[in-house]
C-alpha cells in the first residue's frame, strides 16, 4: 500500500523507484523495473547507473510534454529518448514544475570502493538527491550516496534513505544519517533487486530514532 501524508501519496516500486502523487502531479523517481501506475508530469533521475537510469522504464511513463530532470551525467543517455523535456541540473540547482518545487542535492560515496581510493560514486561525478516540495510537504530522495555532511543541513518531513550497504549507507549509517537531521518519518530504499534485503530495511527500523514506514513493493 501507499504511504499517505497528508494530500501526498509515496509509493515504492522497487530498489529506488518511487511515484509520489500530488493533486493530479505524477512523479516518477528513478524508475528502474517497474509496473507503470500512470504516465508522468516529471521524471527525476538521480545518475546514470543502469539501475537508475533505465530508458525502457521511462519510455513506459513518459509524455512528450514530460520533464526529466537529471544531472549532467545522464546527458548522453537522454540524448537517446527523443522525447520529454529534459533538464540537466547539478547539485545546489532549483527548478520549479507545475508548483512542484525540486532542488537537487549532493549524493556520492566517502567510504564505498569499487578499487582502492575509488568510490563508486565519486562526487566530482555530479550525481544527486533531490528534495521535492509539494505544497510545503517536503521529501527528500537520497539517491546512491553515503552519510555526508550535507544531509546533516536537511528539513525534510518524508525522507527516502538506501539501507543496502555495498554501493550505498549500510542500515547503521543511514540511521545515523535520519537520526541526525530528523526527517518526520524515514522509509528505506535501495534494497531486494540489485544488493540487500528486507533484513536491511528491519535493521534500519530498529535503530532510528524516528518514525520508519517499510513499503511493500507495488
Not at 94 to 106: F, Y
Not at 130 to 145: F, K, N, S
Request: glycine share 8%; aromatic share 8%; net charge negative.
Amino acid at each position: 500500500m501507499p504511504f499517505k501524508y497528508g494530500e501526498v501519496e509515496v509509493t515504492w516500486l522497487g530498489h529506488a523507484a518511487f511515484m509520489i502523487s500530488h493533486r493530479g502531479n505524477i512523479i516518477y523517481v528513478d524508475p528502474f523495473n517497474i509496473q507503470p501506475k500512470g504516465r508522468a508530469d516529471i521524471i527525476l533521475v538521480t545518475h546514470e547507473h543502469f539501475d537508475h537510469l533505465s530508458l525502457e522504464d521511462i519510455k513506459k511513463i513518459v509524455k512528450p510534454e514530460t520533464y526529466i530532470i537529471a544531472p549532467e551525467n545522464c546527458r548522453d543517455k537522454l540524448r537517446l529518448l527523443k522525447t520529454g523535456v529534459v533538464k540537466l541540473v547539478k547539485p545546489g540547482d532549483s527548478v520549479e514544475i507545475k508548483g512542484v518545487k525540486v532542488e537537487a542535492v549532493p549524493a556520492y560515496n566517502v567510504n564505498k570502493f569499487r578499487a582502492p581510493g575509488i568510490v563508486y560514486h565519486p562526487r566530482e561525478e555530479g550525481s544527486v538527491g533531490y528534495v521535492i516540495e509539494l505544497d510545503g510537504v517536503r521529501i527528500y530522495h537520497a539517491g546512491d550516496t553515503d552519510f555526508i555532511p550535507e544531509m546533516r543541513n536537511l528539513n525534510v518531513d518524508i525522507a527516502l534513505v538506501p539501507v543496502s550497504g555495498t554501493f550505498v549507507m549500510t542500515a547503521e549509517e543511514a540511521a545515523e544519517a535520519v537520526n541526525t537531521f530528523k526527517p518526520k518519518i524515514a522509509i528505506p530504499m535501495h534494497y531486494g533487486a540489485i544488493v540487500g534485503s528486507r533484513a536491511d530495511a528491519e535493521r534500519f527500523k530498529g535503530l532510528a530514532k524516528v518514525d520508519v514506514v517499510i513499503l511493500e513493493k507495488e
